[in-house]
């Protein structure tokens, strides 16, 4: 078993974290403490959680955290093990081999085969508070200034530089084993997350060469568009963020049609949704691959490690803002360079930062700008392929700026290389169309989506249900329909300004829109 058990310690008090299985707790209790163990209501684990933990406080007042998987991080039993081994193995080796500071591990087990019957890890606790509780409490008490998202940013970048001198042969995620540590099968977020773990016919590494890691995320956008859930992704119609509004009433008022549009049809899950997000990762394949991978010959010198999950609340700090310590390594692996080098998003990586604030020189050696520029475009590919953002179209967009080039007017004046004209003329290809047939298959019975939309508007009301069904409307008639900002800030506009009529007739654009009830 890898690790070196510490010598025993006389423990003065167990704490509890929420998130734990009662069960466990009691088992491993009566292993620790030797005595019965207690505890009221308010402990019982919340659901949701991926890991639940106990913490352990010492007579000098140093504390221990023994954690260990509650829900699976995948869907197999295999897969939560092999991340709980990685984890451990990246801990220690970044711990051996560099300054950045994270939790030191006292032992592990990665499967159940031990006298307390789960997978662990001992391992010690964190140092100062979580950037995402600012003054310590439970709550986020403020938003970063610039000066302090610099300062943390200075940081990361000096942390990112000894990462990326840390080269290993292939890409995937780490491992120890009896003749030292080792890369194997890749267990990013994009090859696991969102039961990913379950798609069978999918690469997981390790992989020898880039193009065929990014290659091997784009086929898992495929697949999970074909087989998984999609949660709240629409590709025609990117979730409504903050920033694209003036306040937050109007934010509000965006995000109430955009679900009132998502709610009709069944939209998240219909095989017309899927196929798009299938002809993104054709896209992806085709023009945007070839421009982020380096040529073979300039992967000899290995690939560095990467957190995959750099947000608030995996950063810890002190009251100076002095990072002390970075947690939840669970899916770090190997990767090409320049994702190493990509700016993290604050406060989740799903909000992109596009300016190149990291730290790009630590001592004597700078980093070759060509690996920040792609850093960039792999931002945006990472944040389409693991589903990991709420404006999949923006990003989408992004990259086939970069990659085709900026939009120019065709002859008769429409965008030909823009990306809603790239998508129609995809959707007309032969091997597209059969597609389109095969998902089609498998779309909910007609009676069952109805039912939800009547549940749904039953509870929000029929005016909201026939501006729903306008946009809906126009989205069926114009293949290049984009429900994004735009069209919900018109719509407000619209709104706002017949608001006052009392006749229950509103006019969009000129028509005429009657409120009118179904039963």
Not at 31 to 54: E, V
Not at 90 to 106: A, G
Not at 223 to 238: D, F, K, S, V, W
Not at 391 to 415: I, M, R, S
């Given at each position: ?7 025993t ?11 734990f ?15 019965p ?8 684990p ?16 140093v ?5 260990a ?11 939560t093990?092999?991340?709980l ?43 100062g ?36 001198g ?20 890749c ?17 997981r ?9 990014y ?9 999970h ?12 119609a ?19 049609r ?19 997000y ?7 394949q ?9 040529p ?6 290995g ?5 995959h999950?750099i947000s608030?609340?995996?950063l ?16 770090s ?7 190493l ?5 604050l406060p ?34 990472m944040?389409?392929v ?24 065709g ?20 091997d597209v169309?059969?597609l389109a ?26 005016k ?35 608001d ?13 829109l ?6």
């Amino acid at each position: 078993m890898p690790g070196d058990m510490p010598a025993t310690r006389r423990k003065r008090n167990i704490f509890f974290h929420a998130d734990f299985n009662l069960t466990h707790l009691l088992r491993l209790a009566e292993r620790l403490r030797r005595q019965p163990c207690t505890c009221d209501d308010s402990q019982i684990p919340k659901a949701g959680a991926l890991n639940w933990a106990i913490f352990l406080e010492f007579d000098d007042g140093v504390e221990w955290v023994f954690r260990a998987p509650y829900s699976s991080y995948a869907a197999s039993k295999r897969v939560t093990w092999r991340l709980l081994a990685s984890e451990a193995a990246t801990l220690k080796y970044v711990r051996e081999h560099t300054s950045i500071p994270v939790p030191e591990v006292f032992h592990y087990s990665s499967t159940n085969e031990n006298d307390i019957g789960i997978p662990y890890i001992l391992m010690s606790k964190a140092t100062g508070h979580p950037l995402a509780t600012l003054s310590g409490s439970s709550t986020l008490a403020r938003v970063l200034t610039e000066d302090e998202k610099k300062k943390i940013m200075r940081q990361l970048g000096c942390y990112a530089r000894q990462l990326f001198g840390l080269h290993f042969p292939t890409i995937g995620s780490l491992f120890e084993g009896e003749e030292g540590y080792y890369v194997d099968e890749c267990l990013s977020p994009g090859h696991v997350l969102q039961d990913r773990d379950t798609i069978e016919d999918m690469s997981r590494g390790p992989f020898h060469n880039e193009a065929d890691y990014y290659s091997s995320l784009a086929t898992a956008l495929h697949l999970h568009a074909e087989q998984l859930p999609m949660g709240y992704h629409i590709l025609r119609a990117p979730v409504p963020v903050p920033q694209e509004y003036p306040n937050f009433a109007k934010y509000y008022a965006a995000t109430d049609r955009w679900n009132d549009f998502a709610a009709l049809g069944g939209i998240v899950d219909s095989s017309m949704n899927r196929l798009q997000y299938c002809l993104a990762s054709q896209l992806l394949q085709d023009s945007v691959i070839p421009r982020i991978v380096r040529p073979v010959c300039q992967s000899a010198s290995g690939f560095p490690l990467h957190h995959h999950d750099i947000s608030l609340q995996n950063l810890f700090v002190d009251d100076d803002l002095n990072i002390t310590c970075i947690i939840d390594w669970a899916f770090s692996s190997t990767v090409p360079p320049a994702q190493l080098l990509a700016t993290p998003g604050l406060p989740h990586p799903r909000d992109l930062v596009l300016d190149l604030s990291l730290n790009r020189k630590t001592g004597s050696c700078i980093i070759e700008s060509n690996y920040w520029k792609v850093g960039q475009i792999v931002s945006r590919f990472m944040r389409l392929v693991n589903l990991d953002a709420l404006q999949d179209y923006n990003h989408l967009e992004a990259l086939c700026a970069l990659a085709l080039g900026p939009v120019t007017p065709g002859d008769d004046g429409d965008d030909t290389n823009s990306l809603p004209a790239i998508l129609a003329t995809r959707a007309t290809a032969h091997d597209v169309l059969a597609l389109a047939d095969e998902l089609a298959a498998d779309d909910e019975p007609e009676s069952e989506i109805r039912r939800r939309e009547k549940e749904y508007f039953d509870a929000v009301g029929v005016k909201r249900l026939a501006l729903a069904r306008k946009v809906a409307f126009a989205a069926k008639m114009n293949p290049q329909f984009v429900a994004d900002g735009r069209l919900w800030r018109w719509i407000d506009t619209v709104m706002e300004y017949y608001d006052s009529a009392e006749s229950g007739e509103y006019f969009e654009g000129g028509l005429s829109l009657k409120v009118v009830d179904d039963e």
